[in-house]
Antibody, heavy 121, light 111 residues
Framework: QVQLVQSGAEVKKPGASVKVSCKAS????????ISWVRKAPGQGLEWMGW????????HSAQKFQGRVTMTTDTSTSTAYMELRSLRSDDTAVYFC??????????????WGQGTLVTVSS | QSVLTQPPSVSGAPGQRVTISCTGS?????????VHWYQQLPGTAPKLLIY???NRPSGASDRFSGSKSGTSASLAITGLQAEDEADYYC???????????FGGGTKLTVL
């Protein structure tokens, strides 16, 4: 069964950076893109961007361009998302999700369990 | 403010049928981009319910169905059960934003 296992909760101060990991198993990691989606308290889902583990190509939402970096380590089948210059409104649960197929509008068929990032002074 | 508009809440009694709408524009649903639907139970990750407007992943209940017309899509849930109480989100792609978009989410309450 496909699994995506994320790193644990983080507490950060405003202005700091956070790096969340997402370890994939039971499928060919380089064959499917990984997206990052967050859910802030009382808000809906928000897409942040995606990365192709095959060639490292990335595409991020306009809102996060310049502040987010997505990478992968194919030797360990792990994806990473780093968000810099954290603000209080970045407090959210961050999810990684596997794309079901290639293309800009693929659905996400498997999700990580989520990582709570709290930004507070 | 989400690009895709969903009603904040819907409700229904056990056994009834409810629908959740997802209204977009000519740069997303109206441009022919697929609509996908997710169910998010409290404290858990979203789960794919419907993809490509009408298709169900293997294992998904046939009580859930999707449709699309023009710049809108809908999710229908028949035979409501208490376990269906959750948040539901639609997803598509917007060519103006060059990115994936989600609806604001709809909270389903089973009375």
């Amino acid at each position: 069964q496909v699994q995506l296992v994320q790193s644990g909760a983080e507490v950060k101060k405003p202005g700091a950076s956070v790096k969340v990991s997402c370890k994939a198993s039971h499928y060919t990691f380089t064959s499917y893109g990984i997206s990052w989606v967050r859910k802030a308290p009382g808000q809906g889902l928000e897409w942040m961007g995606w990365i192709s583990p095959y060639n490292g190509n990335t595409h991020s939402a306009q809102k996060f361009q310049g502040r987010v970096t997505m990478t992968t380590d194919t030797s360990t089948s792990t994806a990473y998302m780093e968000l810099r210059s954290l603000r209080s409104d970045d407090t959210a649960v961050y999810f990684c999700a596997k794309k079901q197929y290639s293309g800009n509008n693929s659905p996400f068929d498997y999700w990580g369990q989520g990582t709570l990032v709290t930004v507070s002074s | 403010q989400s690009v895709l508009t969903q009603p904040p809440s819907v409700s229904g009694a056990p056994g009834q049928r409810v629908t959740i709408s997802c209204t977009g524009s000519n740069s997303n649903i109206g441009a022919g981009y697929d609509v996908h639907w997710y169910q998010q139970l409290p404290g858990t990750a979203p789960k794919l319910l419907i993809y490509g407007h009408i298709n169900r992943p293997s294992g998904a209940s046939d009580r859930f169905s999707g449709s699309k017309s023009g710049t809108s899509a809908s999710l229908a849930i028949t035979g409501l059960q208490a376990e269906d109480e959750a948040d539901y989100y639609c997803q598509s792609y917007d060519s103006s934003l060059s990115g994936v978009i989600f609806g604001g989410g709809t909270k389903l309450t089973v009375l």
